[in-house]
Nanobody
Framework: QVQLVESGGGLVQAGGSLRLSCAAS????????MGWFRQAPGKERDVVAA????????YYADSVKGRFTISRDNAKNTVYLQMNSLKSEDTAVYYC???????????????????WGQGTQVTVSS
C-alpha cells in the first residue's frame, strides 16, 4: 500500500510562489509515475502536471506552462510542484497522485492513477 502526503499549500498573493511536496510511503516509488491535479469549487479535478518514473518526461497543462515545474527525487520518495507567478485562477485544492508504471510514460487522466493524497489548499489572493 502506498500513502501520499501533500504539503506546502497556503495563502499567497498573486505573482508569488509556492512549492508543493508529495511524500510517498511504501515501496516502489521509483517505479511510479506521478501527477499533480487540482480541483476548484464546483469544477472537475484537472491535471496540472505529470512526470514519468525516470523524471525524464513531463507534461504541463496549458494554463500552467512556463509557470509551474514538476520534479521528483526518487531517493527521497518525493515529488514536487514549484509554482511561480501564481494567479487567482490557480486557487484550488491540489492533489498528488501515483501509479505503478513499467514504461517511461506520464499519465494525464485521473482514472489512470491508483493512489491519491488528501490534498492541500492553495489560495491566491488578487
Amino acid at each position: 500500500q502506498v500513502q501520499l502526503v501533500e504539503s506546502g499549500g497556503g495563502l499567497v498573493q498573486a505573482g508569488g510562489s509556492l512549492r508543493l511536496s508529495c511524500a510517498a510511503s511504501g515501496r516502489g516509488f521509483s517505479s511510479f509515475a506521478m501527477g499533480w491535479f487540482r480541483q476548484a469549487p464546483g469544477k472537475e479535478r484537472d491535471v496540472v502536471a505529470a512526470i514519468n518514473w525516470r523524471g525524464s518526461s513531463t507534461y504541463y497543462a496549458d494554463s500552467v506552462k512556463g509557470r509551474f515545474t514538476i520534479s521528483r527525487d526518487n531517493a527521497k520518495n518525493t515529488v514536487y510542484l514549484q509554482m511561480n507567478s501564481l494567479k487567482s485562477e490557480d486557487t484550488a485544492v491540489y492533489y498528488c497522485a501515483a501509479r505503478s508504471s513499467h514504461v517511461s510514460n506520464y499519465y494525464t487522466r485521473s482514472y489512470e492513477y491508483t493512489y491519491w493524497g488528501q490534498g492541500t489548499q492553495v489560495t491566491v489572493s488578487s
